[in-house]
C-alpha cells in the first residue's frame, strides 16, 4: 500500500498562482511515477501533468503547458504542481496519484485537495 496526502490547494485569483505538494509513504519502492489529476463539478477527471522517476519525463495536458510545471523528489517521493496564471477554468479538486510500472495506470490516490480560481 502506498499513502498519499496532498497540500497547497486554495482559493485565488484568476492571474495567481498556487503551488500544490504531495508526499507519499508506505511501500514507495514500487512507485515508477506519480501524477496530478483534477475533476470539476460535472466533469471527467483528467490528467493534468506527470512524471516519472526513470528518466525525469513530465507530461502536461494541453491546456495547461505553459503555466503548470510538475517536479519531484524521487528520495522524498514527493511531487509538486507549480500552477501560475491561473484561470477560473482551473478551478476542481487536485488528486496526487501514482503508477507502479510504465503502463499508465495509477494505483494509489490521495483524497485531493480543492483549488478554486475567481474571476
Known amino acids: 500500500q502506498v499513502q498519499l496526502v496532498e497540500s497547497g490547494g486554495g482559493l485565488v485569483q484568476a492571474g495567481g498562482s498556487l503551488r500544490l505538494s504531495c508526499a507519499a509513504s508506505?511501500?514507495?519502492?514500487?512507485?515508477?511515477?506519480m501524477g496530478w489529476f483534477r475533476q470539476a463539478p460535472g466533469k471527467d477527471r483528467e490528467l493534468v501533468a506527470a512524471?516519472?522517476?526513470?528518466?525525469?519525463?513530465?507530461d502536461y495536458t494541453d491546456s495547461v503547458k505553459g503555466r503548470f510545471t510538475i517536479s519531484g523528489d524521487n528520495a522524498k517521493n514527493t511531487i509538486f504542481l507549480q500552477m501560475n496564471s491561473l484561470k477560473p477554468e482551473d478551478t476542481a479538486v487536485y488528486y496526487c496519484a501514482v503508477r507502479g510500472t510504465v503502463v499508465p495506470i495509477y494505483d494509489y490516490w490521495g483524497r485531493g485537495t480543492q483549488v478554486t480560481v475567481s474571476s
Open positions: 508506505g511501500r514507495t519502492f514500487k512507485i515508477y511515477g
Open positions: 512524471i516519472t522517476w526513470s528518466g525525469g519525463r513530465t
